[in-house]
């Protein structure tokens, strides 16, 4: 059984920052990629940023130049570092792993909320 689990959520204001923890339990699994995908109520899960096994990254433009993705790859983990946070930024994030067996398979976190507000 794997295993992914977020921390780090909270209530901020403009400007401030946050960091998003992720852990993945793979049972001797290599994890693939990792990303951090972020969902607000009436509206689609969408990506916010996301990171391959080999540092590869790709972020959503409206996060770029704020937010930054690391994994360690020793630990089965990723960060989602996230600086002048806005209040659009504020919706449920959800870490998203890839785990490669004899297929890949797709395992989600149960989320976090993040809350920007003055």
């Known amino acids: 059984q794997v295993h992914v689990v977020e921390s780090g959520g909270g209530s901020v204001q403009p400007g401030e920052s946050l960091k998003l923890s992720c852990a993945v339990s793979?049972?001797?699994?290599?994890?693939?990629?990792l990303g951090w995908y972020r969902q607000v109520p009436g509206k689609q899960r969408e990506l916010a940023a996301k990171i391959g096994r080999d540092g590869l990254t790709l972020y959503d433009e409206s996060v770029k130049g704020r937010f930054t993705i690391s994994r360690d790859n020793a630990r089965n983990t990723v960060d989602l570092q996230m600086n002048s946070l806005k209040p659009e930024d504020t919706a449920v994030y959800y870490c998203h792993a890839e785990v490669i067996g004899a297929f890949v398979y797709e395992h989600w976190g149960r989320g976090t909320q993040v809350t920007v507000s003055s």
């Open positions: 793979a049972r001797g699994l290599t994890v693939g990629e």
